[in-house]
């Protein structure tokens, strides 16, 4: 399953499991709103952690990419001057 697939039920079922919990609460509406607002703050930290973290390993497999580019024009460029050697 994709990453975008896997977010989208992650939420669904988020949203679904809020609005049950919401008519099953055997709490306040008070107590219920904190409820609320503490599990979006943990859901916010989360998702957030996942952004970071998702950017950071973007982040190294393009330096991976720049490094193995770098690599091989370095090994392309003492390929052709030691042929360039041989033919002169």
């Known amino acids: 399953m994709k990453n975008g697939n896997v977010f989208s039920a992650f939420l669904i079922g988020f949203v679904v499991g809020a609005g049950v919990a919401l008519l099953f609460a055997p709490q306040s509406g008070e107590e219920t709103r904190e409820w609320i607002s ?3 703050r943990k859901s916010y930290k989360e998702a957030s952690r996942a952004v970071e973290d998702a950017v950071d390993r973007g982040t190294e497999a393009v330096q991976r990419g720049r490094d193995l580019v770098n ?11 030691k042929a360039a050697r041989a033919v002169s």
Not at 74 to 80: D, E, G, I, L, S
């Open 38 to 40: 503490d599990n979006a």
């Open 71 to 81: 690599d091989t024009a370095t090994a392309a460029r003492k390929v052709y001057d």
